[in-house]
């Protein structure tokens, strides 16, 4: 299978998804395309997109929320730090996306 | 020899999102609208030969209804393999689930091919496939 038409294919439904979300791929186009073949791979070995930047537990209930894009599962975290964790995506309103940091839960008064 | 183009269908028979499967000279293939633009492409999945009409098109990409395997519908390109079942929250009886474990063992040797696809032309509003 072609990476690259995989990227693609990736990228055409996130983009659905995350759109009405309030969401938009991030504006950093070599991170964006650096964690979309990630997925590819996982994809091509766990049989789903994971996301590339939180770990595998083995258990499929937890596991499905962290397929990309998983915003709908973390919408409280990722709006409260405008980007989902890995920042693949971004709030559609951001334009420099080096200023958000990467604050978990916990630093921004949830969970 | 050069490919011949055979009259395949009306371009009304489509509509853009649709697919529809014809035989062509022996060939089964899958005339897809991509928003306006026909493909032609084999019409057995590439996983495990599943007719593709049966699945639903996305703009260039075709999706398989067994297995979620995905296609480039332009290109025939392979895109993913199928996808794991889900079985939500409940847990299957012991019987079951140590049959579902046998058919996923046999399952993960068969691999996700890309799949032929075949020029076209639009000729006073017909598709033509050529073959």
């Known amino acids: 299978m072609d990476t690259q038409a995989k990227k693609n294919a990736l990228h055409y439904f996130h983009e659905k998804v995350v759109t009405p979300l309030g969401f938009k791929f991030t504006p950093d186009a070599e991170l964006a395309d650096f964690l979309l073949e990630q997925e590819v791979a996982l994809e091509a070995k766990h049989g789903a997109p994971f996301c590339p930047c939180q770990p595998l537990r083995h258990n499929r209930a937890r596991d499905m929320q962290i397929v990309c894009p998983c915003i709908p599962f973390h919408r409280e975290h990722f709006d409260a730090i405008k980007r989902c964790w890995c920042g693949l995506f971004v709030h559609q309103d951001v334009t420099d996306p080096d200023s958000l940091p990467q604050l978990p839960p916990k630093d921004v008064g949830l969970g | ?131």
Request: net charge negative; aromatic share 6%; hydrophobic share 40%.
């Open chain 2, 1 to 131: 020899m050069a490919d011949q183009f055979i009259r395949a269908i009306s371009v009304n028979e489509i509509v853009p999102g649709g697919m529809k499967a014809v035989e062509l000279d022996g060939h089964e293939i899958v005339i897809c609208n991509c928003e306006g633009s026909f493909y032609a492409i084999a019409r057995r999945c590439g996983h495990m030969n599943a007719p593709l009409e049966l699945g639903t098109l996305d703009g260039k990409y075709i999706t398989c209804g067994m297995h979620c395997a995905r296609f480039d519908a332009t290109t025939g390109e392979a895109l993913a393999g199928p996808v794991p079942v889900d079985l939500g929250a409940e847990s299957p009886p012991p019987r079951l689930s140590a049959f579902l474990q046998r058919v996923a063992d046999q399952m993960q040797h068969v691999r996700t091919e890309s799949i032929r696809t075949y020029e076209t032309k639009i000729e006073a509003g017909w598709v033509h496939v050529a073959l």
